[in-house]
């Protein structure tokens, strides 16, 4: 797996990105949540009803979701992720997305994976049924981010933070999620796209009736989808995370027709160009590449053993920088007075923590870009010297925890760039 964005100057410039982010600062942030598994067990609320509504068959369909929650949490407002299965408009379920909800919800968030209503038809005989189709599942996701802000005001079952709710989803899914958060009313769009929307409901579509309630989106997860056209991404408009191979033949990295019937090509603009489009609008993204790989969303099917962890891991990083700020400076415990000096960084062949006017001891952990944990050491009280010979170029975070408290002292952003 190879960052697009791994170049030194890339890396800045998405640096300035996050610094000029309005970053929510959310409930939480502790360095570790949102970012790593900090739950060891998840609690799932199978089949809540959140809609309903007629397929482009005339087959009556109520829409469910399934909520995944962090085990024994205690907070009272918690970042939200809704996730939509792949399947090309035409199959897949809810359950599939089981393993990668489990996974933000050990890290701290609400995950919650939907039904959307699929093409029912024998085939499709003209573009028109697609966007259709793919105008009734935009309303469908809608519908659902609308009941959980209208839980939180009301019921509060699950205790969600309505201004961090989160939009994702594999291939189809993530098509789906990629229109939800960017085709809006400031867009000149084409014939067909305007008629699908007049004919379901508008803008907030018509699978639930609280549209009192916001449909907004304040990030995207997409693995492996596209836009109709990327220009439909604005200044103004969430950021972005995208993964996707290189090679794919069912959705395109960069852009082009693809199949979607035995008479039937339409027109879609991938992660790549998604990607391009963002930089070019400073929205804050991030693109992960599979190269010379020409499987679709292979990292959670043939290469999962070798990516499907990473790839899970970055997201939650990508969004914990949301919620909380990257971590680009030293955070101290207020009981902490040491003064914590870690140099040079950039770093290339060795890196330097000093701690200075310190008796006590602490342990010394080192993650890279993506929350794996690749050192975890014991260090000693003052000074420690670590050897970076074995650690490939690109960005880690450094963590330091006084030793028999468990209580942090600093997180670190560390840039290791050798000659």
């Not at 929650?69 to 359950?95: M, Q, W, Y």
């Not at 919650?112 to 573009?127: G, H, Q």
Request: proline content about 4%; glycine content about 8%.
């Amino acid at each position: 797996m190879q960052y697009v964005n791994r170049t030194t100057l890339t890396l800045f410039f998405v640096g300035l990105l996050f610094l000029n982010y309005n970053y929510a600062q959310v409930e939480g942030c502790d360095g570790e949540r949102y970012r790593i598994d900090v739950f060891s067990s998840v609690e799932v609320t199978e089949a809540v009803k959140f809609g309903e509504n007629t397929t482009i068959g005339g087959n009556f369909q109520e829409l469910f979701m399934d909520v995944y929650e962090p085990a024994n949490d205690d907070l009272e407002a918690r970042p939200a992720i809704v996730l939509a299965f792949g399947g090309g408009f035409v199959a897949g379920e809810r359950e599939s997305l089981d393993g990668i909800c489990r996974s933000f919800a050990r890290k701290g968030y609400v995950a919650a994976t939907i039904d959307y209503r699929l093409f029912d038809l024998l085939f499709p005989v003209d573009s028109g049924q697609m966007t259709d189709v793919v105008v009734k599942a935009v309303g469908d996701m809608k519908a659902a981010i609308r009941y959980l802000r209208e839980d939180a005001a009301t019921g509060n079952q699950f205790r969600i933070n309505p201004e961090q709710i989160f939009v994702g989803g594999v291939s189809a899914g993530a098509i789906t999620a990629a229109h939800v958060a960017y085709l809006d009313d400031s867009d000149e769009l084409p014939s067909d796209i305007q008629s699908a929307l007049n004919a379901n409901g508008g803008w907030e579509g018509n699978s639930s009736d609280n549209i009192e309630y916001s449909s907004e989106a304040q990030g995207v997860i997409n693995y492996s989808g596209a836009l109709k056209d990327a220009d439909l991404i604005n200044g103004d408009n969430p950021p972005l995370f995208s993964v996707h191979d290189d090679g794919d033949g069912v959705v395109p990295y960069g852009n082009g027709s693809v199949p979607a019937g035995p008479i039937i090509y339409v027109y879609l603009e991938g992660s790549k160009t998604m990607h391009e489009r963002a930089m070019e609008l400073e929205i804050e993204n991030e693109l992960i590449t599979i190269e010379n790989s020409n499987g679709h969303v292979s990292y959670f099917v043939n290469n999962a053993a070798q990516y499907e962890e990473e790839v899970e891991a970055a997201t939650a990083n990508f969004l914990a920088d949301i919620l909380c700020g990257p971590m680009s400076s030293t955070s101290v415990s207020e009981n902490y007075t040491s003064k914590v000096n870690v140099y040079p960084n950039p770093a290339t062949d060795m890196l330097n923590v000093v701690l200075e006017n310190n008796t006590n001891n602490y342990k010394l952990r080192i993650y890279d870009s993506m929350g794996k944990l690749i050192l975890d050491s014991p260090a000693q009280n003052t000074a420690q010297q670590i050897d970076l010979e074995y650690f490939p170029n690109g960005s880690y975070y450094l963590q330091l925890i006084e030793d028999g408290k468990e209580q942090q002292i600093v997180w670190r952003k560390l840039i290791i760039q050798k000659h």
